[in-house]
C-alpha cells in the first residue's frame, strides 16, 4: 500500500535505494490504488520497478490481503515480498516466497471508544505479520524487545535498521526564516519536534506526561502528523489542563 506522509516517503526511500545500488533485481510495488503522485514518478520510470494495482476494482482490500497479490506474485514470478505497512498476506505461509515485514510500532490502529474492534484487527494482523515472516526489520532496538515478547517471536529474526531520510529534511534554513516560521505559529523558543501520528500508537500524551517531569517545564511539545480526532482532543485537553 502506498502512503502519501511519512510512511509513504519510507516506502519510497526503501525502493530508491534498492534500484540504485541493486538494478539488477525486478521491484513490483503493489498497492491497491494508484494515484498521481510527483515524489513516485521518478522512482516508476525506472525499468527496474512496476507499480501493480488490482485487475479488478471490487474488494480492493482483500486483494491485498487476501490471496489476489499472492496470485499476481506467482504470475510475476516474484521471490522475495516485503510488506512495508507492517502485515503480510493472509496465506503467505503457504506459499512458497520468502517474506520481510518492516514494523514501525506497536500495536498501530485507532483510537476511540468505538474503535476497539479495529485495534483488535491491528493485534492480529501484526502478529500474524511477524510470526509468518522470515524476517523482521524494525526502527529501534525497544520495538525489537517489544516485539519479540508481545508476539513470541525471536529476537534473532528481527533486525534493527536505522530508517531513511527524506533529502527535504536536510536543508539547511536560514536563522530569519526559523525565525520568521516561529513568529507566525507562535513556537516558543524550547520545544520538542514530534513527527508521528496522532494515535495511541503515536504516544504524544505519553511524551507530554514526561515533559512534566522535567525541572524546568517550560519546554512545548510542537507536534506534527494527522490520525484521530478524538485522540487528537484528548491530547489537546490534557496540554490545555496541565
Not at 84 to 107: E, I, R
Request: hydrophobic share 35%.
Amino acid at each position: 500500500m502506498l502512503y502519501k506522509g511519512a510512511n509513504g516517503d519510507s516506502d519510497r526511500l526503501v525502493l530508491d535505494v534498492l534500484t540504485e545500488y541493486y538494478p539488477q533485481h525486478q521491484y513490483f510495488f503493489y498497492t491497491t490504488r494508484s494515484s498521481e503522485n510527483p515524489r513516485l514518478t521518478p522512482l516508476l520510470a525506472r525499468t527496474a520497478v512496476q507499480l501493480k494495482t488490482p485487475r479488478h476494482g471490487l474488494s480492493r482490500r482483500w486483494w491485498m490481503r487476501g490471496g489476489g497479490v499472492l496470485r499476481d506474485c506467482r504470475r510475476h514470478r516474484v521471490k522475495l515480498f516485503h510488506g512495508l505497512t507492517g502485515d503480510l498476506p493472509l496465506d503467505l505461509k503457504k506459499s512458497s516466497l520468502g517474506s520481510v515485514v518492516s514494523v514501525n510500532t506497536l500495536y498501530p490502529g485507532a483510537s476511540g471508544p468505538f474503535c476497539a474492534l479495529l485495534r483488535a484487527y491491528h493485534r492480529f494482523s501484526q502478529k500474524l505479520a511477524c510470526r509468518t515472516a522470515d524476517r523482521i526489520i524494525v526502527p529501534t532496538e525497544s520495538l525489537r524487545q517489544s516485539l519479540a515478547k508481545a508476539y513470541g517471536v525471536s529476537t534473532e529474526k528481527i533486525d534493527v535498521v536505522s530508517p531513511c531520510a527524506n533529502e527535504r529534511y536536510n536543508r539547511d534554513i536560514k536563522l530569519s526564516e526559523q525565525n520568521d516560521i516561529r513568529r507566525k505559529y507562535g513556537i516558543p523558543e524550547q520545544y520538542v519536534l514530534m513527527h508521528e501520528p496522532v494515535t495511541e500508537a503515536g504516544h504524544a500524551a505519553d511524551v507530554l506526561r514526561a515533559l512534566e517531569q522535567l525541572p524546568d517545564n517550560h519546554v512545548a511539545l510542537l507536534l506534527i502528523g494527522s490520525g484521530s480526532p478524538y485522540y487528537n482532543k484528548q491530547v489537546k485537553d490534557y496540554a490545555v489542563a496541565n
